[in-house]
């Protein structure tokens, strides 16, 4: 401790009562503001406080008046390019809470009481006799309730407690069964499929699975695509109509699930724009395909760029080169690109050999 | 009969006077002229095009030889790189939609040819886009019926638009954004917003794919399937903001951010400010 500082314990350390250097200025003098002093001032602030209740009036009757006159539906009336009725609504309800709010505001600082008031600190244990009692009370509970002297009471109750903590994970049986090797294909590969679908694959007298179209589902020639084209595409059963009903065969979830890991893309560059002999030897005349799902958390990808054939996630901008067997240039995913072994079928349509030989997606437990 | 023989014949009487034959031989040749041009139109464009092509050669070389060659080669730069790309192939389209959108020509390199004002006339660019067309087969300029809806019912529209929705979700949101308000792109480039465009413009970029885009040739996406899109983002244009003024549909998480940080911070800075001011008069109180 530095000596010029005074003096403030005794050698046994108890407090002394402080000798302030300055004498304490005790608090400032009130200043009032100009309503308490000014008469024609408080009036104002009562005129304004009730200007403002009454805006407060007027947007409810706007927001009503509002309601009432535009027109929602199929030709909605607008206001320039908004739609007319959620604005003037939006708009009469804001003048209404602003007004309600701005008058309250002004109201409590202008015209309400305005004393400084002072709390002085206390200690925050409770007093020492309110301790006591309630320890006495727990106390009291404990004898009379004989928690001590039935063992098999409290041993009963200990072990409903802990059975009742079984519930909640029986029910994490919900979260399985395991997937399986359901992660391991895709329904590009024809042996996986239902037997409806099967039924259908019959019909149509081929063995090549075509790449179609998404959305159209339309087969594609090879001459049919430029350099420089990208086509979002899928696998042709899930276009395939059910022969006598008409009816989709793939449809609801289950559409969902398989759409959500057989999404390709094709892209078209020049054959001396690949790098890698797997994507040569798996593409046709400058056509790749690839897995549409990337590889870090199963975004659908299709952000190409023509010039670098180059794919990029819009998620977390991982980027896969298309040209070098979908190899990571960037970003957060840990595998490459998985690649579709493309081929042309009997009557020259863009078909898979076979399906994916890694699964596609995301990472998961059980692949390791 | 009469009367109409008498001119006649009163006119036969000159027939064989000594300007005769030299008339005769003028009607003749003015009427094989008259017919010739009349019946001929397919010989008379061509020669058009080829004047067309002519006048936008000596336009190419003022203004877009420097970049691309004076034969449309292209030109690559020291390290490698293109100045500008080669151009036997890109068809009319693609030279109406750079030009016609003010992309080209560039003002100067880099990640991505900026649009502005249309440098040249439509006449102009007619020209240079008659011949770049001859470097090489490409892309024609789009007929605006391959674009429009005209001459279809309310429900086959309602149906294209429905269609155009889906083609367009699954082809063109990965850069261009839900609504078509554009992205970024990596390395300084971005895709434009596509709302608001000249249809034949939207047209021509799906056909030629400009810069990094990815072509979406005829074979790829069909013309009727393109028309579809285009209707579809004409028809999202068309609709109002029911929800007041747009963000541009970054996206909920990026607008709710928004309303987070800057709504509710406003609010809590507007709330300090309240609190921190107020009006004291050095007047006291007089007690009445």
Redesign the interface.
């Known amino acids: 401790m530095s000596d010029n500082l005074p003096e403030t314990t005794r050698g046994d350390h108890s407090p002394v009562a402080a000798q302030e250097p300055l004498p304490d200025p005790g608090l400032p003098a009130h200043?009032?503001?100009?309503t308490?002093?000014?008469p024609k001032a408080e009036k104002r602030a009562e005129r304004q406080v009730a200007s403002l209740f009454l805006l407060a009036v007027l947007g409810s009757i706007g927001f009503i008046a509002s309601y009432v006159v535009f027109k929602v539906g199929d030709h909605?009336d607008?206001i320039g390019?908004?739609?007319a009725s959620?604005?003037a609504l939006?708009v009469c309800l804001a003048v209404t809470l602003l007004g309600m709010g701005a008058g309250m505001?002004q109201w409590a600082?202008k015209l309400m009481g305005d004393h400084e008031i002072v709390e002085m600190r206390h200690t925050a244990s409770s007093p020492p006799e309110d301790r006591e009692a309630t320890l006495g009370i727990l106390q009291l509970g404990l004898e009379e309730s004989g928690l001590g002297r039935r063992p098999l009471i409290r041993n009963t109750l200990l072990a409903a407690g802990g059975v009742l903590g079984l519930l909640p994970i029986v029910m994490l049986r919900d979260l399985g069964p395991l997937p399986g090797d359901k992660l391991d294909h895709t329904i590009w590969d024809i042996s996986t499929w239902t037997p409806e679908m099967q039924a259908w694959w019959q019909t149509q007298h081929r063995t090549l699975q075509r790449v179609v179209r998404?959305?159209?589902g339309t087969p594609i020639?090879v001459?049919?695509?430029?350099?420089?084209?990208?086509?979002?595409a899928e696998p042709e059963v899930m276009f395939a109509l059910d022969p006598e009903t008409k009816q989709p065969i793939v449809e609801g979830t289950e559409l969902l699930v398989d759409k959500s890991k057989a999404a390709v893309i094709l892209?078209r560059m020049l054959p001396s724009d690949i790098v890698s002999t797997q994507t040569l030897n798996w593409s046709v005349d400058g056509i790749v395909c690839y897995s549409k799902i990337c590889t870090h958390v199963g975004c659908?990808?299709?952000?190409?760029?023509?010039?670098?054939h180059?794919l990029?996630c819009?998620c977390h901008?991982s980027?896969f080169d298309l040209t070098d067997s979908g190899r990571v240039l960037f970003g957060p995913a840990a595998r490459p690109l998985p690649q579709l072994e493309l081929t042309v079928d009997d009557e020259g349509y863009l078909a898979a050999r076979r399906d994916f030989t890694e699964p596609v997606g995301p990472s998961f437990w059980e692949r390791g | 009969m009469r009367l109409l023989n008498r001119p006649l014949g009163r006119l036969s009487r000159y027939r064989r006077g000594p300007v005769a034959g030299l008339l005769v031989v003028l009607m003749g040749l003015v009427l094989t002229g008259g017919l010739y041009a009349a019946f001929s139109p397919a010989s008379a464009k061509v020669d058009d095009s080829a004047a067309l092509a002519k006048e936008g050669h000596q336009l190419f070389l003022v203004s877009c030889a420097f970049c691309h060659g004076t034969n449309g080669q292209g030109i690559k730069t020291l390290d490698g790189n293109q100045l500008g790309p080669p151009l036997a192939g890109v068809g009319a389209a693609a030279v109406d939609f750079q030009v016609g959108t003010g992309r080209m020509p560039a003002v100067q390199p880099g990640p991505q040819i900026p649009q502005k004002e249309a440098v040249f006339t439509p006449t102009e660019i007619a020209e240079l886009a008659a011949y770049v067309a001859t470097l090489g087969p490409g892309p024609a300029i789009p007929n605006p019926s391959d674009y429009s809806l005209d001459g279809l019912t309310d429900e086959q529209r309602q149906q294209a638009i429905a269609q155009g929705g889906q083609i367009f979700l699954t082809n063109c949101t990965a850069c261009h954004n839900f609504e078509g308000s554009g992205g970024a792109m990596p390395k300084g480039g971005y895709a434009p917003k596509i709302r608001g465009v000249d249809p034949k413009y939207i047209f021509e970029a799906m056909l030629t794919g400009p810069q990094a885009m990815d072509t979406f040739s005829n074979g790829n996406l069909s013309v009727e399937e393109k028309r579809d899109i285009i209707a579809y983002l004409q028809s999202i244009q068309n609709n109002p903001e029911y929800g007041g003024f747009g963000m541009g549909g970054i996206g909920p998480v990026s607008e709710g951010l928004f309303a987070w940080l800057v709504g509710i911070g406003s609010l809590v800075g507007i709330a300090i400010w309240i609190a921190a001011h107020t009006a004291r008069s050095s007047k006291q109180k007089v007690e009445l």
């Open positions: 200043q009032w503001r100009p308490d002093v000014d909605p607008t390019n908004l739609g959620n604005l939006g505001i600082r998404d959305v159209v020639k001459t049919e695509l430029e350099i420089g084209d990208l086509v979002n892209h659908p990808i299709s952000l190409n760029e023509r010039t670098t180059h990029l819009p901008q980027t």
